[in-house]
Nanobody, 120 residues
Framework: EVQLVESGGGLVQAGGSLRLSCAAS????????IGWFRQAPGKEREGVSC????????YYADSVKGRFTISRDNAKNTVYLQMNSLKPEDTAVYYC?????????????WGQGTQVTVSS
């Protein structure tokens, strides 16, 4: 059974940092790209970042470039999202997802999400 479990969310003041983790099981982790998405109340889910399976290429939404860093540890079947200089507009539920490529429509497995709240 494919499972993706997010952790590391919480409440932080603006300017602070959090590190999210996405622990995967039930599939060959090395073969899959992992993406992070977020959804704020009343808004559509948006892509935040992605790391490929092949060469570890990384992609970021313009809104988080320079502040967020995605990385993966294939030995631990885990992907991390280091979030620095957090802003109130980063408040959302953050989800990780697995797919063959960093293409939104190809993500077929999703975690349950972790809440990130940034206070001003």
């Amino acid at each position: 059974e494919v499972q993706l479990v997010e952790s590391g969310g919480g409440l932080v003041q603006a300017g602070g940092s959090l590190r999210l983790s996405c622990a995967a099981s039930g599939f060959t982790f090395d073969d899959y790209a992992i993406g992070w998405f977020r959804q704020a109340p009343g808004k559509e889910r948006e892509g935040v970042s992605c790391i490929s399976s092949s060469d570890g290429s990384t992609y970021y939404a313009d809104s988080v470039k320079g502040r967020f860093t995605i990385s993966r540890d294939n030995a631990k079947n885990t992907v991390y999202l280091q979030m620095n200089s957090l802003k109130p507009e980063d408040t959302a539920v953050y989800y990780c997802a697995a797919g063959p490529f960093c293409i939104r429509e190809r993500f077929g497995s999703w975690g349950q999400g972790t809440q990130v709240t940034v206070s001003s």
